[in-house]
């Protein structure tokens, strides 16, 4: 669903964000982690899932994320599909990143 990449922004936290009414009420009726209290467990597994994917990448996900072009490089990287399928989360990770190189 491509509404995935435009309605939610995911963060670093793994925590989820609705941008639209609609993608905030799908979040809370899924129950998909708005804040950290709403759903730990899928909260801390976005998380560790996105940091592993960041390790990966070269990147320590501790570190402050302040060079932009490698920012990009990660992002082209995480998209880039192997055996025709991107790996699961890199989706989320590259929505993060890119929501870190507008700020």
């Known amino acids: 669903m ?3 990449e435009s309605e939610f922004r995911f963060k670093l936290s793994g925590r989820i964000e609705g941008l639209t ?3 905030s009420e799908t979040i809370r009726v899924l129950n998909l982690g708005d804040c950290e209290s709403a759903n730990k467990a ?3 597994k976005r998380k560790r899932l996105c940091d592993a994917l960041l390790w990966k990448s070269g990147v320590n996900p501790s570190d402050e994320l302040d060079d932009e072009e490698l920012i990009k ?3 082209a990287d995480l998209l880039n599909p192997q055996d025709n399928r991107l790996e699961a989360f ?3 990770l590259a929505n993060m990143l890119n929501e870190w190189l507008v700020r």
């Open 73 to 75: 490089l990660v992002v």
């Open 2 to 4: 491509i509404e995935c």
């Open 21 to 23: 009414d609609r993608a």
């Open 42 to 44: 899928l909260v801390e």
């Open 90 to 92: 890199s989706p989320v």
